[in-house]
């Protein structure tokens, strides 16, 4: 039968200003995914290497996202997923975005194309749903688009992609701690002072401009978060300091990835992102906390095939 071998790549979201609707992704660490077209309608979560997730269709964001999607078209055959775990569930880049975000492209892809990527978006969210309990899309736009992603409607859902500019890169910390998006979510506020929205948006504004131009300077004086960071920031262990060496390292800006605990900085080139990488290492090291370390270029395409049998 025919199947497909794919690469779905890690996501970082919110982007300081831009909570619940910027996204970006990543190259260099991701999952990999092998769907399968079996006879026996259906979708069966086969095999997980190196994490401990679980095999229940209906319990898994793949199968879960897999499901989604068949549920909107007819269809005489079924689908086997293979998921092998490169990212860490809990890290802030994506996890459950990947998996989700893999499984529909890839079946999709199998089926011959029938679904627009914004049709595969909302599919994934089913995902995303189950996995921190809300259909958020952040993650899993850019985890299909590449680049940038800009949530500009959930209802209708609506998204923009925008393209990096060429020497952006962005180095990610990730902690090894626990922290649940419950926990992320549950030290936010419900309401906001206006004078923080207005400075919120100045800086949302900012960045999509600099980002559109190509404007360094825009984009790290708009990198800042004046509703969610400060609230979130308190949860991650040595966050103030990795941010403060970051940016005195030469990074345009740096901030919380998604809920945390990862930590991302975007840098202007790769050198100077390797060397923001490893003052944030210098912080951890000083600590009993392992980290993994990623530097990464944008990623302007998004989930990618490795193999194919058709």
């Known amino acids: ?112 194309n029938p679904f627009s990527a914004e049709e595969l978006i909302l599919f994934a969210m089913q995902g995303e749903k189950l996995a921190s309990g809300s259909a958020h899309a952040d993650n899993v736009s850019p985890a299909l688009l590449g680049g940038f992603t800009l949530v500009r409607s959930y209802e209708p859902l609506e998204v923009l992609k925008i393209d990096a500019p060429k020497e952006l890169y962005v180095t990610i910390i990730h902690p090894q701690i626990e922290l649940k998006t419950s926990a992320s979510r549950a030290v936010l506020k419900n309401q906001v002072s206006l004078n923080k929205m207005v400075k919120q948006m100045g800086n949302f504004g900012g960045l999509i401009s600099g980002l559109y131009t190509s404007n360094y300077d825009l984009i790290s004086r708009s990198l800042h978060d004046e509703i969610i960071e400060p609230n979130r920031s308190v949860l991650i262990p040595e966050f103030n300091q990795v941010k403060k060496s970051a940016l005195n390292a030469g990074a345009l800006g740096a901030g919380i990835s998604g809920s945390g605990p990862s930590i991302f900085a975007l840098c202007r080139g790769k050198d100077i992102a390797t060397k923001v990488g490893g003052v944030m290492s210098e912080i951890y090291d000083k600590t009993h906390i392992e980290y993994d370390i990623h530097v990464s270029k944008i990623n302007q395409q998004g989930i990618r095939v490795l193999e194919e049998n058709k």
């Open 1 to 112: 039968m025919r199947e497909i071998k794919i690469f779905s790549p890690a996501t970082v979201a919110n982007i300081s200003c831009g909570f619940d609707i910027l996204g970006l992704c990543l190259d260099t660490v991701g999952d990999e995914m092998v769907v399968r077209e079996v006879a026996e309608k259906g979708v069966k979560i086969t095999h997980i290497i190196g994490q401990n997730l679980p095999f229940e269709t209906k319990n898994n964001v793949a199968g879960v996202a897999a499901l989604a999607l068949l549920d909107n078209i007819e269809t005489t055959v079924g689908f086997e997923i293979e998921i092998y775990k490169n990212i860490k569930p809990g890290s802030g880049i994506g996890s459950s975005a990947a998996s989700a975000a893999g499984a529909v492209f890839a079946i999709n892809e199998l089926l011959g």
